[in-house]
């Protein structure tokens, strides 16, 4: 007599070929192609005007608080507030090269809508780290570029029979006949290091915005553009602030000053303007805009991260001022924990 199956018998199966076939039932959900759900050109397009005029404001209030305030005692550089906003600034754009901007990278470049060799190789995190070895590399030739012409006019050339005139500041020995040359950091060094430091991490900040600022103009979709109004007003605010304090450190003229802040105001929105002119034949799944976006943000990516770590905290946070102070250095970590937090939080509603 023939027994009854087992449900065991059956189910045990039909989980094993379940479990199988889930990756391939995964990757067919992939069609690459632009999903036109919740499309409202009309309402999407009144968004994208309240988008572009909130961003400008607040990337311009960002930027210019720094500026505006640079001469208030309480702010000049080595003060206990300074020291604060500067770690809160770095904070926040640490977090948007980790959390903003590098997993976006991740998703375009390793998207199963490309093709080899993208999808077999961690082509952002390469890309990133190339771009942060670039800048420290930039960064190492300019300043040492500019220290050796500032010795040049500094310190005339010395023959080994030839007596030091003894004064001013400059350290000459004469042993072998030859004149040794110690060049001690000066304010011009640093002022050139500033100068540095603003305009890479500007470029940076610059690159991310317009990838953002096209995205979201050429979307359709007024559910997606409305949470990502505040998101990236916030979001340009925060970076703002943090630019504008390494513009203020740079001491630039009045046109320098002004073209920079402009130019970090009118990204976005420039970027958003240029999203909707091109709404019609942009497709944020081809290969092409995959490749492009996900190569130009692991490059910002990698940009930020060194500015944030190396330019930003590590100088300050080794900076003998802030050390000997115990509750200025908790503080400061504080501060860094609260601005990297704040972004963070950002990235669950606008995950731009």
Known sequence: MNKAP???????????????????????????????????????????????????????????????????SAL????????????????????????????????????????????????????????????????????GYHR????????PVVSGDEESD?????????????AAVVLQPSDSSQLIRNRVISQVLELGIVVHSVVIGISMGATQSPKTIKPLIAALSFHQF??????????????????????????????????????IGISNIYNEYSPTALIVEGILNSASAGILIYMALVDLLASDFM??????NFRLQLGCNLALLVGACSMSILAKWGGA
Not at 148 to 155: G, I, Q, S, Y
Not at 167 to 178: I, N, P, Y
């Open 319 to 324: 900076n003998p001022n802030l050390q000997i």
């Open 238 to 275: 925060f970076e703002g602030l943090g630019l504008g304090g390494c513009i203020s450190q740079a001491k630039y003229k009045c046109g320098t000053i002004t073209a920079m802040t402009l130019f970090f105001s009118l990204t976005t929105p420039m970027g958003i303007g240029i999203g």
């Open 6 to 72: 087992s449900y065991s018998n059956i189910l045990i199966p039909i989980l094993y070929l379940s479990i199988l076939c889930q990756p391939t039932l995964t990757r067919a959900k992939c069609t690459c192609q632009t999903e036109y759900k919740d499309q409202n050109k009309t309402e999407a397009l009144k968004y994208k005007i309240m988008a572009i005029a909130s961003i400008l404001i607040s990337s311009a209030l960002g930027i210019s608080l720094p500026l505006v305030l640079k001469n208030v």
């Open 166 to 178: 003894g004064g001013g500041d400059e350290s000459l020995g004469h042993g072998d006949g030859s």
């Open 76 to 143: 000049q550089p080595n003060s206990g507030a300074h020291f604060l906003v500067k770690a809160f600034a770095a904070g926040v754009i640490l977090a948007t090269g980790f959390i903003h901007i590098l997993p976006d990278a991740f998703n375009s470049l390793s998207s199963p809508c490309l093709e080899n060799p993208w999808e077999d190789f961690p082509f952002a995190g390469l890309i990133a780290m190339g771009s942060a070895m670039g800048t420290l590399m930039m960064e190492a030739f300019a300043t």
């Open 148 to 155: 050796r012409a500032e010795l040049r006019k500094a310190l």
